[in-house]
């Protein structure tokens, strides 16, 4: 079960809802919002001073951006809320075409620093090598789709050969869509067998693994909950077995940080977690968020957590957009 608490000067609300239920924001204007609905306004792109040209530069710079690794054009993608503005696979084919000009380009200016006559026959061989780059390449960035025959919005959209320089050329722009991002630990899997437990899930049971999205109208938290009980003699002897139960979590607002506390509810498992090390009974994750705020919600499911904060001032559109409040 999770609870989800308002802040201190929120009057103490609590409502309890069960793990995949539905869930309800309510923004401070009064506006009720389903959670995905919430989340789509948060993360979308709004107007303001330096941001008005944000689009019009997305579109323009498609081609060039789909050279960056599938991971951070994903990124871009969510950041915008709208694949009218930025799509990944849009991005990625554009940029696929454009090779088919740079390369057979890069490979005749290649030839002439080779030493041969320009707008000659001698030219033909570097522009064909140019032309057989960009194929191999586009056979390397989309290998999933096009020999495993999967459809577009399944596979990775692989960056190109220059995709680093390309970012680092564009961070300004990229900086400006993609709010920074942190992590309480970073989820990385470590060496597990039977005897040993990975690193990752050690860390999910203080809950340390956790993924922060800042916007302009507020927050996006993903914070992943322990999937497994540790082996142990006293955990076979109680009969638990080794799929963890869900924890009973409670979400506040307190200040400027967003605090979950987990508890384990099986009084066994209790005991079980009072002889085990690195399994404690309970935890209290901190995580610090920009205010002030105007609502926030959750859900509850596969064992993550995610919660979404909208912040104070925020004014929600019929279209589920997102636009602070003016003045």
């Not at 999770?2 to 309800?24: C, F, H, I, N, Q």
């Not at 191999?136 to 577009?152: C, M, S």
């Not at 507020?218 to 076979?236: F, I, N, Q, W």
């Not at 399994?279 to 979404?308: C, M, S």
Request: aromatic share 8%; proline share 6%.
């Amino acid at each position: 079960m999770t609870t989800a608490e308002s802040d201190k000067t929120g009057g103490g609300r609590a409502e309890a809802a069960r793990a995949g239920a539905p869930v309800r924001v309510i923004a401070d204007d009064a506006v009720e919002l389903g959670f995905d609905e919430a989340l789509s306004a948060v993360r979308r792109l709004r107007g303001g001073p330096g941001r008005r040209l944000l689009k019009p530069l997305l579109l323009l710079c498609a081609p060039l951006l789909g050279a960056l690794d599938d991971r951070s054009k994903r990124a871009l993608e969510e950041a915008t809320g709208d694949s009218r503005v930025f799509s990944t696979a849009m991005a990625t084919a554009l940029n696929v075409v454009l090779d088919f000009f740079l390369y057979p380009i890069a490979g005749y200016f290649v030839g002439l620093a080779a030493g041969n006559p320009p707008l000659t026959e001698s030219d033909r061989g570097w522009i064909v090598l140019g032309l057989l780059v960009a194929t191999a390449e586009t056979l390397v960035r989309w290998r999933e789709g096009i020999f495993h025959a999967r459809p577009a919005e399944h596979i990775r959209h692989g960056g190109s050969a220059y995709g680093a320089p390309v970012g680092w050329l564009l961070r300004p722009l990229v900086s400006q869509v993609v709010r920074w991002r942190r992590s309480g630990v970073v989820p990385v899997d470590g060496f597990f067998s039977p005897e040993f437990e990975s690193k990752r899930e050690r860390e999910r049971r203080y809950g340390e693994v956790y993924t922060v999205e800042e916007h302009d109208a507020g927050a996006y938290v993903r914070l992943e909950l322990p999937r497994r009980v540790p082996p142990s003699a006293a955990r076979d002897q109680l009969g638990l077995g080794e799929e963890m139960p869900d924890y009973d979590v409670r979400v506040a607002l307190e200040g400027e940080r967003l605090v979950v506390r987990g508890r384990v509810e099986d009084d066994r498992l209790r005991a079980v977690c009072g002889i085990s090390p690195a399994f404690p009974a309970d935890f209290a994750a901190e995580i610090p968020v920009t205010g002030p705020f105007g609502g926030f919600g959750y859900r509850y499911q596969d064992k993550t957590l995610e919660i979404v904060v909208l912040k104070k001032g925020a004014r929600v559109d019929g279209d589920g957009s997102n636009q602070r409040a003016r003045g």
